[in-house]
């Protein structure tokens, strides 16, 4: 009897222990988790805190970097306001601009005369075989030496205008050359190719040589087969100064002839309508032209269009114009008005 009070307490003793054991057992992971998730959570907020930070630092960075964006923009600037579309709209608008006031007379040109305009360029039309003819004008109404010179100085220049050989460099531009170092009275162009075939694009050339070359208020086109009454031509261009936009020469228009063969065959005939008639246009041995129509053509002889003959090739660049017409009947010659009776 009395040993059993001893082997019960000794039995409640152990089961506490046992007790106590499995709750430590057991609690102490529970610790340990929690430890790590408030390890967790404090990472997690201090990177929020951080991010935070930055995103105001940042702010502060831009504000004050537009705050003090200068006024006017960069072309990186206008893409970004405006988009490539509406900037090369805009490009295109400017150049148009441009284009219109060169041709109107803003471009930038040498002067011969001491920054004094001239009264006017005349380019006598001439080939590697005219050498005849150069002497009977120079001996006629085209002065020489001092007295070209003279001319000059009363604002008048002349100049016989002929490209290059086809074959560079040989005897034919070697006569020139030498022929220009001895009477100083030739405009030489340089890309064009001298032949019967190319005068409508020598026309461009002329125009475009002169007006970079001297500073005029007129640039005249004139062939080799008539003689020149200058001093007359001089009074009607005096009478003309300071008229811009001046297209002046014989007045007529005509038949297109469509005949492959025939006398004045234009190839491309058919650009000419039902009616087969050319357009108003200046025409023969004689073409007047104000500096703002010869720096036009300056400006844009990369794409005007050339036809069979160079006076219709003209008058196709004056109707994208707003030129003044101007029919003179004394730049008309009867021989020419026969011989070119269709054009």
């Known amino acids: 009897m009395e040993t059993l009070p001893t082997t019960t307490v000794t039995s409640s003793k152990s089961e506490r222990r046992g007790r106590s054991s499995k709750y430590q057992s057991t609690s102490k992971p529970s ?55 509406d900037l090369e709209r805009k490009i295109v608008e400017t150049e148009m601009e441009l284009t219109l006031a060169k041709s109107q007379g803003y471009l930038k040109s040498g002067s011969s005369s001491g920054g004094k305009r001239l009264l006017a360029v005349i380019g006598v039309y001439t080939g590697f075989g005219s050498h005849l003819r150069r002497s009977t004008f120079r001996g006629s109404w085209m002065p020489q030496g001092d007295a070209l010179k003279k001319l ?33 009275d030739f405009l030489i162009l340089e890309n064009h190719e001298e032949a019967q075939e190319e005068l ?33 031509l001089i009074g009607l261009l005096e009478s003309r100064r300071g008229q811009d936009a001046s297209y002046i020469g014989c ?12 006398q004045w ?30 720096q036009y053509i300056n400006i844009n002889s990369g794409s005007l269009k050339t036809y069979a003959f160079d006076d219709t090739s003209i008058g196709s660049w004056m109707i994208g114009v707003q030129a003044t017409y101007i029919d003179d009947n004394r730049l008309c010659c009867s021989s020419i008005r026969q011989g070119k009776s269709s054009k």
């Open 152 to 184: 000059e100085e009363r604002g008048v220049v002349i100049r016989f205008v002929i490209g290059r050989s086809p074959n560079r460099g040989d005897s034919l531009d070697r006569k020139i050359d030498d022929e220009d170092r001895a009477r100083k």
């Open 200 to 232: 409508p694009k020598k026309v461009k050339f002329f125009f475009s040589a002169a007006v970079q070359n001297w500073d005029a208020e007129f640039y005249i086109k004139v062939d080799d087969n008539i003689d020149l009454d200058l001093e007359g």
């Open 31 to 85: 610790v340990i988790m929690a430890f790590f998730s408030c390890v967790a959570w404090l990472y997690v907020a201090g990177r929020l805190w951080q991010d935070s930070e930055n995103r105001v630092i940042l702010n502060n960075m831009l504000k004050k970097n537009y705050d003090q964006k200068p006024k006017v923009l960069t072309v990186d600037d206008k893409l970004m306001v405006l988009g490539c579309k």
């Open 251 to 262: 007045m007529k228009s005509g038949e297109v002839v469509a005949e492959e063969g025939g």
């Open 265 to 294: 065959y234009e190839p491309e005939w058919w650009k000419f309508g039902d009616e087969k008639s050319y357009f108003r246009h200046a025409a023969g041995s004689l073409i007047i032209l104000s500096k703002n129509l010869a």
